[in-house]
Nanobody
C-alpha cells in the first residue's frame, strides 16, 4: 500500500519560514520523480516544485529563490524549505510521486501565512 504523508505545515507570519516533509512508503522511492503542489481556496492545484531521481529541480516562477526542494533517498523522504513566505503562499500543500505515468498523492498539509 502506497502512502505519502506530509508534515510541517502551520501558521506563520509573512517573511517567516516553514519546512515541509513528505515520508513515502510502499514505493521504491529512488525511482520516483517527487514534487510539491499546492491548492489555494477557489483555485486550481498548481505545481510548486519537482525533483528528479538524479536531483535536478524545477520551480514555479512564483517561488523561485524562496523555496528549495530536496530529497533523501535513504529516508524515503522529500522536503520543501520555504523562506520569505507571503500571504499568497497560503494553500494546502500536496506531495506527489510519479514514474512512467503512475502517480500518487498525499493528503496535504495546510500552510497559512498571515499576521
Amino acid at each position: 500500500q502506497v502512502q505519502l504523508v506530509e508534515s510541517g505545515g502551520g501558521l506563520v507570519q509573512p517573511g517567516g519560514s516553514l519546512r515541509l516533509s513528505c515520508a513515502a512508503s510502499g514505493i521504491i522511492f529512488r525511482f520516483y520523480v517527487m514534487g510539491w503542489y499546492r491548492q489555494a481556496p477557489g483555485k486550481q492545484r498548481e505545481l510548486v516544485a519537482t525533483i528528479t531521481t538524479g536531483g535536478s529541480t524545477n520551480y514555479a516562477d512564483s517561488v523561485k529563490g524562496r523555496f528549495t526542494i530536496s530529497r533523501d533517498n535513504a529516508k524515503n523522504t522529500e522536503y520543501l524549505q520555504m523562506n520569505s513566505l507571503k500571504p499568497e503562499d497560503t494553500a494546502i500543500y500536496y506531495c506527489n510521486a510519479h514514474v512512467a505515468g503512475t502517480g500518487y498523492w498525499g493528503q496535504g498539509t495546510q500552510v497559512t501565512v498571515s499576521s
